[in-house]
């Protein structure tokens, strides 16, 4: 059963069409780049899943259930704006974490704490917006989720930055879970993707494996990208 | 999850209420002394400060009441409808938990108001005998209690309008819950349209209240009155309560949708 799938998934926003007529399924153990250019509706189709949006029409759905407090509780989330109460500590957001996820492991968040040095005991409104970021990224990749989903996690942080990123997810999520990455920084994320889904104007324009976009066409998924979205 | 909800929402809001009760009744412990010293004809200067204390004292009674509503409007509005909604909305519970926990721990940190403000007013106004007086009505009281044929009937009137106190609270809350996640529904001015969705609820349930009332009237001119006192007490609860649980009713229901079916976090 896939772990995410929408059928002909269509929102509106008033009379301004956000995603039309999407259709895509998921596989477990999948690493997917949702990838497109800005307001091209990939944020819009996370918060569908998310439930934090209520599709115009059609369906999404999260290992066969619309999304409800169970989907949720095997989803991990990290959204593109900093969603923690600014004025709990590191250490307090492991303890809430812990208590409303199940599958939360805090001795793992607590291991990368200390490897990037960010201090339990500093609150999240005393860290710089990067670090901030970092925080959010371990307390979503500390849980042993069925799915990740990342909305531009390495958009606006640095180049360094991104490569660590990166490897917490390749290095933290369980193989057998999906992670979905929302970037249009194709480039940084090529490499660990195992395919792609290209979103235009809220429409899905190409559903392929990386491997098979790379054979089949004679580009790298950036370079696919590039001419996609030329503008 | 309802209790892990609950113990999440009294730390968030109690770091921001708690600190507000320290200096309600320490304010109030310096106007008790202000109030004996006022007229011992003291230094003009001294005599300001005597009455800024006092003034203090009046203001943060008010002033008490005042942020523990804003507190609970602004923890709703940060915790749900701004950044950290993408937190609370996509944990692992029912909207009712959420919706549930705001409205218990408002509730709980209302009461505690009252009862921090009622201390405060005793501790201004402390004197010995003032409160060996007080003592001697509550024993009154109690006497007239107990030497009352009817004890069941007075504890019922205390239950009922205990209850209505309890049921009043909880539809003010999602009343002004409801009105600020139609506001939040909007991509812009977001409380304007709160406010403004306040103002024609406010009006609607104004005119349905008032025509009711009259349809009633027409009906039985002695809809609130009876015979007995008891029975006239149980005839305008009955009405008060109804329609209050009938408002609830419709201010939960409207919130639940707006934050199921409108949610539009920015």
């Given at each position: ?15 301004n069409?956000?995603?039309?007529n ?37 369906e ?49 968040a ?47 942080v ?20 999906s ?51 030329r503008? | ?27 109030s ?101 003032w ?41 003010g ?30 009006i ?5 209240g ?38 609830g ?18």
């Open positions: 059963m896939p772990i995410l799938e929408a059928k002909s998934l269509t929102k509106r926003y008033g009379s069409p956000a995603l039309t999407v259709s895509f399924a998921i596989e477990p153990g999948r690493i997917v780049g949702l990838l497109g250019p800005n307001g091209s509706g990939k944020t819009t189709l996370i918060k569908l899943a998310n439930g934090l949006l209520q599709p115009t029409s059609g999404i759905l999260i290992g066969g259930m619309s999304p409800c407090a169970k989907t949720k509780s095997i989803v991990s989330y990290l959204p593109e704006r900093i969603n923690v109460p600014l004025w709990m500590s590191a250490e307090e957001l492991i303890k809430f974490y812990s208590d409303f996820y199940a599958d939360f492991e805090p001795n793992r607590q291991d990368m704490l200390r490897n990037l040095g960010i201090g339990e005991k500093m609150r999240i409104k005393e860290m710089s917006k990067g670090t901030r970021e970092k925080v959010q990224l371990i307390l979503a990749m500390s849980r042993r989720a069925k799915l990740y989903m990342l909305d531009e996690p390495i958009g606006g640095d180049p360094a930055t991104r490569d660590y990123i990166l490897a917490t997810i390749i290095n933290n999520y369980d193989p057998s879970a992670v979905v990455i929302s970037t249009h920084l194709i480039a940084d994320v090529e490499n660990v993707l195992d395919d792609a889904l290209f979103i235009s104007r809220g429409e899905i324009v190409l559903y392929d494996s990386v491997d098979h976009i790379r054979e089949s066409r004679g580009m790298s998924v950036d370079g696919l990208f590039r001419e996609v979205f503008c | 999850m309802l209790g892990k909800l609950l113990k999440h929402e009294f730390r968030a809001t109690g770091r921001l209420i708690l600190p507000m009760y320290a200096v309600v009744l320490l304010v412990l310096f106007a008790h002394f202000a109030f004996r010293m006022l007229d011992r004809g003291l230094p003009v200067f001294l005599g300001l400060l005597l009455y800024l204390i006092v003034a203090a004292f009046f203001i943060g009674l008010i002033g008490a009441f005042v942020y523990t509503f804003v507190v609970m409007i602004v923890r709703f509005k940060r915790n749900v409808l701004s950044d950290e909604g993408y937190l609370t909305m996509t944990l692992p519970v029912s909207i009712h938990s959420i919706l549930w926990a705001k409205i218990i721990v408002s509730l709980v940190w209302s009461a505690a108001t009252v009862l921090i403000a009622a201390l405060s007013v005793v501790i201004a106004a402390f004197e010995v005998g409160v060996v007086e007080a003592l001697k009505d509550l024993g009154y009281l109690f006497e007239l209690f107990f030497s009352y044929d009817d004890k069941a009937s007075v504890l019922g009137w205390m239950l009922s309008i205990a209850l209505y106190a309890v049921v009043s609270g909880i539809v809350c999602l009343n002004i819950y409801s009105c600020m996640t139609i506001g939040y529904g909007f991509a812009r001015n977001k409380v304007l349209w709160s406010i403004v969705a306040y103002f024609i609820i406010s609607i349930l104004g005119w349905i008032g025509g009711s009332l009259q349809v009633l009237v027409s009906l039985n001119e002695n809809v609130f009155t009876s015979e007995t006192f008891n029975e006239s007490f149980y005839q305008n609860f009955t009405l008060l309560f109804g329609s209050q649980l009938l408002y009713v419709i201010f939960y229901v409207l919130t639940w949708w707006n934050l199921r079916y409108r949610l539009n976090l920015e």
